[in-house]
């Protein structure tokens, strides 16, 4: 059998004798490929970029969440139900949709959907919002607990100066009983008949000098029991053994309390803003749409390769076998 050389003339006459089916493939091609484009819906992307910051001031009360753990909440469903509440749009949905990414120290959140730009920029707004209302919440919170915790505490610490007060005012009671009580004796003792009559008599005898030694010994106890008194009413609770540091510790903690309190509701009725909008989804938003050109020089490719192929398919099958 002769070797059959292939010359490149019979490849240009196969293709001339099936040029109508090369050209055919390339139309249907490039005709599924327009049709597929302009049938494609036109897909909007937005973004927006939000920085979380705590004020110091409120730090005492409200450190607020990890930005890890805020956008895992940004994207549970349950979280944006309230965003999508004025919506044509499902919580579900726009849970799939939305996506969440750390950009440093913020949050970036993208928005790509078969929606209107304007949809676009509504939610991704909403979502802006509902991330603030939703860390104001969790401020407030706070500060309601630690207002509570601190009046606790003061409470606490005005019932320990309380029981000081009371331990003083004890005291005081005891030694102004133990003052009249020695008074008492004092005039007993100078009232009694017989030392009446040493006196008159300016005798001193042995039962004399028992009776002067006695009220001696009573008006010496009698002074120091008048000069704790003095002391008490001069000192007052500080009088007693170590209360002036404990006090002084006690006026110093519940002044404390009182100013983070006062600081705390100032924060309650004035709480600041926790996000700053650093990037607005305005302007951002674009269309992904496929590029019609592109489609179109690929159909072309494409439709030209297939439709050679089958042209030399077709030509291989309609030569009658060699026996």
Same mark, same amino acid.
């Given at each position: 059998m002769e070797e059959y050389? &292939?010359?490149? *003339?019979?490849?240009? !006459? &196969? @293709?001339? *004798?099936? $040029?109508w089916l090369v050209a055919a493939v390339v139309v249907v091609a490039v005709g599924l490929s327009v049709g597929l484009t302009l049938a494609t819906p036109d897909n909007y992307r937005g973004q927006a970029l939000v920085s979380v910051d705590i004020p110091e001031e409120a730090r005492q009360a409200y450190e607020g969440p990890s930005l890890d753990n805020l956008a895992l909440r940004i994207t549970d469903s349950r979280f944006l139900a309230g965003v999508v509440d004025d919506t044509d749009v499902s919580a579900g949905w726009l849970a799939g949709e939305l996506d969440v990414r750390m950009d440093a120290d913020m949050l970036r959140l993208i928005l790509e +959907?078969?929606?209107?730009?304007?949809?676009?920029?509504? @939610? =991704? #707004?909403?979502?802006?919002? +509902?991330? %603030?209302?939703?860390?104001?919440?969790? #401020?407030?919170?706070?500060?309601?607990? *630690? @207002?509570?915790?601190? %009046?606790?505490?003061?409470?606490?610490? #005005?019932? !320990? $100066?309380?029981?000081?007060?009371?331990?003083?005012a004890a005291a005081k009671e005891q030694a102004e009983a133990q003052r009249d009580r020695l008074r008492a004796q004092i005039d007993r003792v100078r009232e009694d008949p017989e030392v009446l009559d040493l006196e008159l008599a300016d005798r001193l005898t042995v039962e004399g000098h028992l009776y002067m030694k006695e009220l001696d010994l009573l008006y010496s106890r009698l002074q120091r029991v008048e000069i704790a008194l003095d002391d008490m009413e001069r000192q007052g609770v500080a009088y007693l053994s170590g209360a002036e540091r404990v006090l002084e510790s006690f006026r110093e903690e519940v002044h404390?309390?009182? +100013?983070?309190?006062?600081? @705390?509701?100032? #924060?309650?009725?004035? /709480? /600041? !803003?926790?996000?700053?909008?650093?990037?607005?989804?305005?302007?951002?938003? *674009?269309? =992904?749409r496929p590029s019609l050109k592109m489609n179109l020089a690929v159909a072309g490719v494409l439709g030209l390769f297939v439709g050679v192929l089958l042209a030399f398919f077709t030509e291989a099958m309609s030569r009658p076998r060699e026996a």
């Open positions: 050389e &292939v010359d490149l *003339r019979d490849y240009i !006459r &196969v @293709l001339w *004798r099936w $040029k +959907a078969e929606i209107s730009p304007t949809s676009v920029e509504t @939610l =991704l #707004l909403a979502v802006v919002e +509902a991330v %603030e209302e939703h860390l104001q919440d969790e #401020l407030a919170q706070g500060i309601g607990f *630690r @207002l509570e915790q601190a %009046e606790a505490q003061r409470q606490l610490a #005005l019932a !320990r $100066k309380e029981e000081w007060q009371a331990q003083f404390n309390l009182e +100013a983070e309190m006062a600081a @705390l509701e100032e #924060l309650q009725a004035q /709480p /600041p !803003r926790l996000t700053t909008l650093v990037r607005s989804p305005e302007g951002t938003v *674009r269309t =992904l």
